[in-house]
């Protein structure tokens, strides 16, 4: 007993008669009669009732019918899913993220793959910068948001925007009043405490906020390091400090602290491993790539 059988079985269970049943599955009435009789041969029991001018269902084939059509249901079920897994539109993918992106780019592009793809999840890790090349290495994450270019060499990345740094104050500071500041202006905080990233770090970031104090002209008073940007945010607003972040953070906290633009720049990329076959992920790429970051997430 064959699948085709079976769907053989059904049609001729719906239509109960050989003729036109025969017509439906494109064979002739002789070989649909001997698919029925093998099956029921192999089964050891009728599975219709026949006269020359009636077939029935015995109750043995009523069964069956019923059971069948459920079989064929969940084949036909699991087929489909199967082929949308192979697509990518049924699948997951493992997103590494820095926190800076956290309220401002990453729900809106995330927004824009589920309204495409729906059945995709999204499993989400927060992840240190020194972590996203051995995290991609290891296959514990699908793709990574770094603001730092891919150094190993089976990893590729595509740039996705440039934004500001600012300026991190509290609400009641006395620069809380102002948009935007020249590097030469922050000399008049050195004798502020700041809280920010340990500077001695070997990361992108470090090196970039050790030249933006290097041509402010004054080396920070440090209060408190974390390289967790959440962390910083908390502690600026409750007048522990004042800090540097890439501008992007601004959508996380809007009334405890201020940002205030100064001209070096961040960028942010996107990681993933050069040729990964992952249809879930080639999908997510394809909407990154038509997604527009220009739409105020730098303010």
């Known amino acids: ?3 085709q059988q079976i769907q053989y079985f059904l049609i001729l269970a719906d239509e109960l008669h050989f003729w036109k049943t025969s017509e439906k599955v494109f064979i002739t009435q002789s070989a649909l009669s001997r698919h029925i009789k093998s099956m029921e041969q192999e089964l050891g029991f009728d599975l219709f009732e026949r006269d020359k001018r009636n077939v029935k269902l015995t109750p043995a084939g009523e069964f069956l019918r019923d059971q069948y059509a459920k079989l064929l249901a969940d084949y036909d079920s699991v087929t489909r899913r199967a082929s949308m897994i192979a697509s990518g539109e049924v699948g997951a993918i493992r997103i590494g993220h820095p926190a800076s992106i956290t309220f401002s780019v990453l729900p809106d592009l995330l927004l824009a793959l589920h309204q495409q793809h729906p059945h995709i999840i999204a499993h989400m890790l927060e992840v240190d910068a020194a972590d996203v090349d051995p ?7 699908d793709i990574a948001f770094n603001r730092e270019t891919a150094k190993a060499k089976d990893l590729r990345s595509t740039h996705l925007m ?28 050195r004798h502020e405490e700041f809280v920010l990233p340990a500077l001695n770090g070997k990361s992108e970031h470090a090196s970039q906020l050790r030249a933006i104090f290097q041509e402010a002209g004054f080396n920070p008073i440090i209060y408190a390091e974390s390289d967790f940007g959440v962390t910083l945010l908390g502690l600026v607003a409750k007048g522990l400090g004042i800090s540097i972040m890439p501008i992007s953070y601004s959508h996380h906290l809007k009334h405890a602290v201020n940002f205030i633009k100064i001209p070096p720049t961040s960028d942010l990329l996107a990681l993933w491993r050069d040729g990964d076959n992952n249809p879930a992920l080639q999908i997510f790429l394809q909407v990154i790539n038509e997604f527009d970051f220009s739409l105020g997430y730098q303010s």
Do not use: C, G, W
């Not at 995290?135 to 994450?141: V, W």
């Not at 440039?162 to 020249?182: D, G, I, M, S, Y």
């Open 162 to 189: 440039t934004e500001n740094f600012a300026l991190v104050v509290p609400a009641q500071h006395r620069f809380a009043n102002k948009t935007e500041l020249k590097l030469k202006d922050l000399y008049k905080l």
């Open 1 to 3: 007993m064959n699948f």
């Open 135 to 141: 995290f991609l290495q290891s296959h514990r994450i």
